[in-house]
């Protein structure tokens, strides 16, 4: 068990001044989210907050699809087969099972929302096929437009449906109270107002029965990302800060073709969906030799892990003088702007054009496999708390996730839990007064803490990288303070440092190399480590426990 330096306990934030009673409020407006509210409303009073717009989550910007067997040539089986497999030993099969058997009847359900997903020559669903997978079964729109099409359908159905959509509103932390059985349970959440620029306009309280967190990952944590700047840990932070523990936070995907723009690129990068590959493309060098060629049974279409670690590894090897990315051969793929026209329009933004050059891409982060524990239907160790999407860890993705799986699994659980609640709430209850002492850090630190992630705590990891990040975020920590100005970036820099310092916690403890958690002094999977490490928020410190 590992501690470290001081944790805010409680975001600082001014007294709350309104009040607002409902049945349901959720966090976060991705397809988990929506698809929750949308099953709950015909029943229940539901209430979104989101702190951006409707749209500005990781959805939209997801461009391979969602996972489903629909082809006759496929099977259950295989499909729970490949994400075991990719799942590297830490799936909980069950889960597994629950997903794949009913991700048809989520692509159903989202037709008949109103999704156009593309068509085959025949006029049936086009299906392709992505790393990992043994078989086509990615149901794609707008041929890379897929995610942009899942969350325009559940935007203007949640909205038809009646769902109170409040945006630019921050979720600060839970508020607790005791139900009639004296167990600590969920009370509501406190939420800031936000104007335009980010800043506190007002604070205030939403009591609900149950609290559904769809936050989604944290990919911000990372200086070189395909994850919009919105997707910064906020939900699994304020879930720890309850004191719920966190599974799995050392095993982030970095996806392994990210457009390389340069040295000095920040923020948000642009994806080059692993589709491109399922239609046949191939990774270089900057020598010309292929990167996947006898590395693994499938080459360019092996699981994320194996792929971004051989790419890693390629890269430090500077073939040619080039150490920083490799190349993406799309040139043979014919039509390729019209199969994958928000890719051309990235490359052609950057002077590259995929059907005469070869494509530059490095890894980054892209998908978080751990969260909040909690169960395919969203249920914690919280009574009247529920997490589901990227925030949530239900076992599905072990210790690396299978292609196209979390949209579908957004939409599997999000629905269960939504569909449950409307069936029966938990017992509402009153908050009690939190004790703990209000505190952020300034957002001048992000670019420090978002700096030691990438080059400390990358797809490859040192033991002394780790120890580094260590010292480096321990002493942001001690920057936390009770005057710092409350603002939209400040709520994130703190969240992020929480999440930060509890993914480098648990990357020093578990000594091996599994799924996308990848160790230079422990370079192979060990029978000892084939398990789960939680960690949670105690005292103001991250704990670990092995």
């Not at 590395?295 to 073939?319: C, G, W, Y």
């Not at 797809?459 to 002493?475: K, S």
């Amino acid at each position: 068990m590992l501690a470290n330096s001081h944790i805010p306990r409680q975001l600082g934030a001014p007294e709350p001044t309104w009040f607002v009673e409902t049945d349901v409020v959720i966090l976060g407006s991705g397809a988990a989210g929506l698809s929750a509210a949308l099953a709950a409303r015909p029943v229940r009073e539901v209430v979104l907050i989101t702190k951006d717009t409707l749209d500005a989550g990781s959805t939209s910007w997801a461009q391979g699809g969602l996972a489903a067997v629909l082809d006759p040539n496929d099977s259950i089986e295989n499909h729970v087969s490949d994400t075991l497999e990719a799942g590297a030993g830490l799936c909980n099969e069950e889960a597994v099972r629950t997903l794949v058997e009913e991700a048809p009847t989520a692509i159903r359900y989202l037709m008949e929302l109103g999704a156009a997903f593309d068509p085959g020559s025949t006029g049936e669903i086009a299906l392709t096929r992505e790393g990992g997978h043994s078989h086509r079964r990615i149901v794609h729109a707008g041929g890379d437009q897929s995610g942009a099409e899942v969350q325009r359908t559940l935007d203007e159905s949640v909205r038809h449906a009646g769902v109170q959509v409040v945006e630019r509103a921050f979720g600060l932390d839970l508020v607790l109270g005791t139900n009639s059985k004296g167990q600590r349970c969920v009370a509501g959440v406190k939420v800031a107002m936000l104007d335009r620029n980010g800043s506190v306009q007002s604070v205030g309280i939403v009591h609900a029965s149950a609290v559904i967190i769809a936050t989604g990952g944290y990919g911000q944590v990372y200086s070189a990302t395909s994850n919009p700047s919105a997707v910064t840990g906020d939900g699994i932070a304020l879930a720890l800060r309850a004191g719920l523990p966190a599974q799995d936070l050392e095993f982030i995907q970095f996806h392994p073709t990210v457009l390389w723009c340069g040295p000095n690129a920040t923020g948000q990068q642009a994806l080059i969906s692993e589709a491109v590959r399922g239609e046949g493309a191939i990774l270089l060098d900057a020598a010309g030799q292929r990167v996947m060629a006898g590395v693994h049974p499938l080459e360019d279409l092996a699981p994320r892990d194996v792929v971004a670690s051989a790419i890693s590894e390629r890269m430090a090897q500077a073939p040619a003088g080039v150490d920083d990315h490799v190349y993406l051969d799309a040139r043979k793929i014919e039509n390729f702007d019209e199969r994958f026209p928000s890719i051309t329009a990235s490359c052609l933004d950057q002077g590259i054009d995929p059907a005469h050059d070869l494509i530059p891409v490095a890894p980054a982060a892209h998908y978080v496999c751990g969260g909040i524990q909690a169960s395919l239907n969203g249920e914690t160790s919280l009574p009247g708390l529920f997490v589901v999407g990227e925030a949530a860890c239900t076992g599905v993705h072990g210790a690396n996730r299978l292609a196209s799986n979390s949209l579908t699994e957004g939409v599997v659980a999000g629905t269960r839990v939504g569909r449950a609640l409307s069936w029966s709430l938990p017992e509402k209850v009153t908050a009690q007064e939190s004790d703990a002492a209000g505190e952020l850090i300034d957002s001048y630190h992000r670019g420090a803490l978002r700096s030691a992630m990438s080059k400390y705590v990358g797809v490859v990891r040192t033991p002394q990288g780790l120890d580094t990040a260590h010292r480096i975020l321990n002493t942001l920590a001690s920057n936390a303070a009770p005057d710092i100005v409350p603002t939209r970036k400040a709520f994130e820099a703190t969240n992020m440092l929480t999440i930060a310092i509890a993914v480098v916690q648990s990357a020093r403890v578990r000594e091996e190399s599994r799924g996308c958690h990848r160790r230079t002094d422990f370079p192979e999977p060990r029978d000892e480590w084939k398990r789960h490490l939680s960690c949670q928020l105690v005292d103001g410190h991250i704990e670990v426990i092995a």
